[in-house]
């Protein structure tokens, strides 16, 4: 951050606000201000946006800028108000729109533990706080707003709307709404709003009261009374200067529309509330100490909290160590399968030496590659006029992972050879041809008959082959032309939810497979789940429909999203801000799978990674190797996936004119020069656990060999940080590893 104009920001402002309550009710308000409420003890049910939520002891939540809340004891407890001054957080992080997603109650988070430790620190720190020890509390408010930026904020809509459902949300409506909020304290009218939109007045007021479900003046008031409710508690401004600065015409209409809406007059309730409003004002000029009841018990808590951690020894994890009668056994997925590219480019010496390598210190069952049937593959030879075929690179590419301990796990169709620099930036090196439904039937007919011929027919049956489809929508799809990409976007759409033209020739290939190596398994179709998981229970009801089937499904599990425009059309690839991107997008696959009547089906994950980019500089860092770690250690006893294969096992594979340095940002596990990377040692210690499962925890997992020999790795996972998501892509490559 470019701090040379940190002398503008107005420090002299209070930078927080510390207020302690004890048995508190409040009626709905809003304020500038963003609040965290945290939990000492007892119960609170607070209200945001008209939705109620229970809060039970160390729970917190963020209430964002303007959002309409009150809170409501339900019997004795003790809770904490933290107010953030907006100001400073929009200085700090020069965004307009910040939101935060903090709610340790509905969106528990990795991350909820330590923000407690923070708080709690804080707190502390409040609590003996004199004028000499300001800078400590400081420190501590710094470290809190440092903490929720990093790991709670998000900047994806404004907080106005969040109360409205998704048909009202519109673009005309979140402008004026968002008008009211930056006027209400202004004399405003609904023709003066009518006029800056351009509308009528009758227009407007039918509008606004169709998606609100309230009138102009009424949800104006609401905005009025939220604000100044807030200020008759949390301030000594005399009541007229509330009425008048929160945009009532006078004493007299605030004190009506006050009593229409809470049945009590501003001064009863100003009376009534003051009484046991406990703050504490943070500065830079002075620290103000009030001692109350509710104090008094926050003092005690944090006193006795003190004396039992002090006795505690942080990061202890205790594992009870069961029979072996009760040890589930554990499942390896994660070394049956790894992709090592195109199939001239395993011919390289270079990369069939690194591949003895990985072998001889991981070894992996199969190796998945495509291209075999390609022009640079030499198979068809029409030099007499008569078509014959030559399978001699296609056997000395699989001779030579026979040799080396690894079966072939076939890619096939006319997949391309792709290296994505970008996710919107890609070098296509070598297209297939195309070829008839005959053409191909009689190539692969051929080729498994001079395989069986070669290998016996009890090795090719142990082999895999997985039919490529093009998908609806590629990594790399970049929108220069909005109506003619939607054109393309729902002719694909149609064509892909009966899915006819795919399920054909799948038909074909299966039914010249099964006939020459009946037991070999038989798959598709490498669904992209980051950005074609919509499509997956259309294509299993359809698929199920069918009278051939597949003998397992292959999906393909990159973290990226789909970002859309107004109009709904996708725009633009982007990275999933999900930690648990592929836990839950696998959930979801078994719950589609059970659905459409695929409960027992094979499923492999045939690719999977970071990013598809093979110019991230991530994929060179430590982050890598704990990111491969806690995916397979989260997702590993408990979806049921066969094989899980990482994409991709050398950088040679993306070796191209720009690639000069030593470390380019590949997704190999090994460099093209033959440095092992923070990756491929991810493997290797994942390779030394032991068969059987004891027990497994965020940041470890335990296990067991035979006797009483046992294992445990443990990582330090840390997820992007919100600032991650808001580089371009370009950046992202160079600066955003932690």
């Known amino acids: 951050m470019d701090y040379s104009n940190l002398q503008q920001y107005p420090f002299n402002i209070k930078l927080s606000n510390v207020s302690v309550y004890s048995r508190k009710d409040s009626l709905e308000h809003a304020h500038k201000e963003i609040e965290l409420i945290y939990l000492i003890k007892g119960k609170l049910q607070v209200e945001v946006n008209k939705k109620k939520i229970d809060m039970k002891s160390s729970d917190f939540l963020v209430i964002n ?26 200085f700090l992080l020069a965004q307009n729109s910040i939101i935060f997603s903090c709610n340790s109650i509905e969106n528990p988070s990795d991350n909820d533990r330590k923000l407690r430790k923070i708080l709690n620190e804080l707190l502390t720190s409040y609590i003996k706080q004199g004028n000499g020890l300001q800078a400590e509390f400081l420190e501590k408010f710094f470290k809190l707003i440092s903490y929720l930026t990093l790991n709670y904020l998000r900047n994806d809509y404004s907080v106005i709307t969040t109360n409205l459902t998704h048909k009202e949300k519109n673009e005309r409506l979140t402008e004026i709404l968002i008008y009211i909020h930056n006027n209400y304290s202004e004399p405003l009218t609904l023709a003066e709003v009518a006029d800056l939109h351009f509308i009528s007045v009758p227009y407007l007021s039918k509008f606004f009261k169709q998606h609100t479900g309230r009138t102009f003046s009424k949800y104006l ?33 605030f004190n009506r529309v006050f009593h229409e809406n809470y049945q009590i007059k501003p001064v009863e309730y100003r009376k009534k509330n003051k009484v046991t409003n406990i703050e504490r004002s943070t500065s830079q000029e002075e620290v103000s100490v009030n001692n109350s009841e509710a104090l008094t018990a926050l003092q005690k808590y ?224 490498g669904l992209s789940m980051d950005l074609e998981g919509d499509y997956l229970e259309i294509l299993l009801t359809k698929w199920r429909d069918e009278v051939i089937k597949p003998d397992f499904l292959s999906i393909y599990m990159y973290p990226l999203e789909l970002d859309y425009d107004k109009k709904g059309i996708p725009i633009k690839n982007m990275q999933s801000s999900n930690p648990h991107f592929m836990r839950d997008k696998l959930q979801f696959v078994k719950q589609s799978m059970g659905k459409t009547g695929f409960d027992d089906l094979e499923l492999n994950i045939t690719e999977w990674n970071i990013s598809i980019s093979n110019r991230d500089y991530l994929n060179d860092s430590c982050f890598k190797a704990t990111y491969i770690v806690k995916n397979i250690i989260e997702n590993c ?89 808001l580089r371009p892509a370009a950046l992202k490559s160079k600066n955003s590893s932690r």
């Open 637 to 725: 006893n408990g979806n049921h996936v066969n094989m899980i294969g990482y994409w991709l096992f050398s950088d040679i594979f993306s070796e191209f004119r720009d690639s000069k340095n030593l470390l380019h940002g590949g997704a190999g596990l090994i460099t093209k020069s033959g440095i092992k990377k923070p990756s491929y040692h991810a493997f290797t210690l994942l390779n030394q656990l032991g068969d059987q499962l004891v027990a497994k925890g965020e940041n470890y997992i335990f296990t067991k060999k035979s006797g009483d020999r046992y294992q445990i790795l443990c990582y330090n996972y840390k997820h992007f940080d919100y600032s991650y998501y």
């Open 221 to 253: 008031n609401e905005i009025r009374l939220a604000h100044a409710v807030n200020e008759l508690v949390n301030t000594d401004k005399p009541i007229t200067r509330i009425a008048l600065d929160n945009g009532f015409p006078n004493l007299a209409a």
């Open 302 to 525: 944090f006193s006795i909290k003190d004396a039992y951690e002090s006795n505690v020894h942080e990061n202890v994890i205790t594992v009870n160590v069961p029979n072996d009668e009760n040890v589930n056994t554990l499942s390896k997925n994660w070394n049956k399968l790894i992709n090592i590219g195109y199939a001239t480019d395993i011919l390289n010496s270079d990369m069939q030496e690194q591949l003895v390598l990985l072998q001889n210190e991981i070894g992996f069952t199969y190796a998945r590659f495509w291209g075999i049937f390609n022009d640079d593959m030499q198979v068809e030879d029409q030099s007499d006029g008569n078509l014959t075929y030559n399978f001699t690179k296609i056997s000395k590419l699989i001779d030579f992972l026979i040799k080396n301990k690894l079966k072939p796990f076939f890619e096939l169709g006319p997949k391309p050879k792709v290296i994505s620099k970008k996710v919107d930036q890609t070098f296509v090196i070598n297209e297939n041809i195309e070829r008839s439904i005959d053409e191909w039937k009689n190539l692969i007919k051929a080729f498994l008959v001079y395989c069986v011929e070669r290998y016996g027919i009890e090795e090719v049956e142990t082999w895999y082959f997985e039919l490529w489809r093009k998908p609806i929508f590629s990594f790399y799809t970049r929108i220069e032309d909005e109506s003619n990409f939607l054109n393309e976007f729902r002719k694909n759409d149609d064509e892909q939810k009966n899915y006819k033209n795919y399920f054909n020739l799948f038909a074909e290939f299966k039914k010249v497979i099964k006939e020459i190596v009946p037991s070999a398994k038989v798959g598709g179709c």
């Open 65 to 90: 800028s303007n959002e309409f809340h009150s809170f409501h004891s339900l019997n004795d407890n003790l809770f904490v108000s933290i107010f953030i001054d907006y100001s400073l957080i929009h």
